[in-house]
């Protein structure tokens, strides 16, 4: 997947024609309340082939082209044996995103390497943002687990969260996040929204 020449509109044409005060569809990565006081960084996306918006990232100690604005960290998806605490934040739906199609024709939003991302992060605020309900969402209920390494049987991607554990080579591994709940129901294949909250300090990989 690379999110380098992917476009969406028409080519020098107008990003957006029409505006409503609210959306009129949820997609992953968007933030859920315009009211929300949220907590987020700007960050370098220095994963090969780009990161998909709603997506949990690492952050990784990086110099390549990074000024003073930002964080001297790059965003990176996990790569397996990540510990719960090394979830950074979550990358932020952007309409200058580029994109490109899934396997059925629909959009994937993301961005490529070398264009920075907002990134929502736990702790202070915190936030509320949309990320893809690959199985059934129960408030209360489901728990929130950060998607580590991809399954083989190509449900769940590393960055994805899932309600429950994943513990094998099938489905894919995950570890829990106790400082996120799931806020709003939703059945498998739709969008769900995630919170992320507490006083936490993520921890950041000191190597590429």
């Given at each position: 997947m690379?999110?380098?020449s992917?476009y969406?509109?028409?080519?020098l044409?107008?990003?957006q024609t029409?505006y409503?005060d609210q ?5 992953p ?10 907590f987020?960084?700007a ?10 918006a709603g ?7 990086a110099?390549?082209?990074l000024?003073?604005?930002?964080p ?9 044996g990540?510990?719960?605490a ?7 739906f ?5 994109s490109?199609e899934?396997s ?15 990134v929502l992060?736990?702790?202070r ?5 949309y990320?893809?309900?690959?199985d059934?969402i129960v408030?209360?209920?489901?728990t ?5 390494t ?5 449900i ?8 429950g554990?994943?513990?094998s080579?099938t489905?894919?591994t ?6 996120a ?6 059945a ?10 507490g ?8 190597s590429i």
């Amino acid at each position: 997947m690379s999110f380098a020449s992917g476009y969406r509109g028409n080519v020098l044409g107008s990003v957006q024609t029409t505006y409503s005060d609210q959306p009129g569809v949820a997609l992953p990565g968007m933030l859920a309340f315009a009211s929300d006081d949220n907590f987020m960084d700007a960050m370098f996306i220095g994963e090969t082939l780009g990161i998909e918006a709603g997506k949990g990232i690492q952050a990784i100690i990086a110099d390549e082209g990074l000024g003073f604005n930002r964080p001297g960290l790059a965003a990176y998806l996990p790569n397996g044996g990540e510990s719960a605490a090394e979830m950074y934040g979550i990358v932020v739906f952007d309409q200058a995103m580029q994109s490109q199609e899934d396997s059925d024709g629909n959009p994937i939003n993301g961005w490529a390497k070398g264009r920075v991302a907002r990134v929502l992060r736990p702790g202070r605020a915190g936030g509320r943002i949309y990320v893809k309900a690959k199985d059934d969402i129960v408030p209360g209920t489901s728990t929130v687990n950060w998607v580590t390494t991809a399954g083989s049987d190509g449900i769940y991607e590393a960055g994805e969260f899932a309600p429950g554990v994943l513990n094998s080579g099938t489905v894919g591994t995950t570890v829990a996040i106790t400082n996120a709940k799931w806020v709003s129901a939703a059945a498998a294949g739709e969008v769900a929204i995630l919170e992320l909250f507490g006083n936490v300090v993520p921890t950041f990989d000191a190597s590429i």
